[in-house]
């Protein structure tokens, strides 16, 4: 995995910061945030250690702009996903099957690299991945609240909980059509629970 490393004469060279955080993200999302070292990333990056530190601060400051930019670039899309002009139920469903599907597209890179990054060993990345997957959390809890309040924190609950098993099982090499029929099995129990 490289970068382009941009020349200059009489300079020593040079990184494109957001080709580094891509590639990051590549190199996290396949190994994992603790398995992935300084010395990774400055060998993928074509970097020495200080140019690193000094662009980034740290690894963890590396990963939270990579989590920034997976919130962009590779994340699900609940805000296309979670339309008030469809049940709820079916819409939620959607974003499990697509969760499936992200989780098991790429077999380099499986599962959730926000989720994944949740249990980190480091502090720091781990509070970054947490914000997060909290904040998706939220907009899964409001889109659901306008319309069934009452069930809104149990079925948020719920649907957190299915997105890491499929997160888990895509890690763990599970097919992306056994994901799948797990994604549609949640759908028929939400849309139980949550009448149009």
């Known amino acids: 995995m490289t970068t382009k490393i941009i020349r200059s004469r009489g300079r020593p060279r040079q990184f494109d910061p957001?080709?580094?955080?891509?590639?990051?993200?590549?190199?996290?999302?396949?190994?994992?945030?603790?398995?992935?070292?300084?010395a990774d990333m400055t060998d993928?990056?074509?970097?020495?250690?200080?140019?690193?530190?000094?662009?980034f601060g740290s690894k963890a400051g590396l990963y939270k702009r990579v989590i920034e930019r997976y919130g962009s670039?590779?994340?699900?899309?609940l805000g296309a996903l979670l339309r008030d002009d469809r049940p709820v139920a079916a819409c939620l469903t959607d974003v499990l099957e697509a969760a499936a599907r992200l989780y098991s597209d790429d077999p380099a890179a499986?599962?959730?690299?926000?989720l994944e990054g949740c249990r980190s060993n480091d502090e720091e990345a781990r509070a970054a991945a947490r914000a997060a997957h909290l904040a998706a959390e939220q907009a899964i809890?409001?889109?659901?609240a306008r319309r069934h309040p009452e069930q809104a924190q149990e079925v948020t609950a719920y649907v957190s909980t299915v997105m890491n098993g499929l997160s888990a099982k895509a890690r763990m090499g599970q097919s992306q059509e056994s994901l799948l029929s797990s994604a549609r099995l949640a759908g028929l129990a939400l849309a139980q629970v949550l009448p149009a």
């Not at 999302?29 to 070292?37: E, F, I, K, L, M």
């Not at 670039?73 to 899309?77: K, L, S």
């Open 18 to 38: 957001a080709q580094a955080t891509e590639v990051a993200q590549q190199l996290f999302h396949a190994r994992g945030y603790d398995d992935v070292s300084v």
């Open 44 to 55: 993928a990056l074509g970097i020495k250690t200080p140019s690193f530190y000094a662009a």
């Open 73 to 77: 670039n590779g994340a699900i899309p």
């Open 110 to 114: 499986t599962g959730c690299i926000v």
């Open 141 to 144: 809890h409001d889109y659901i």
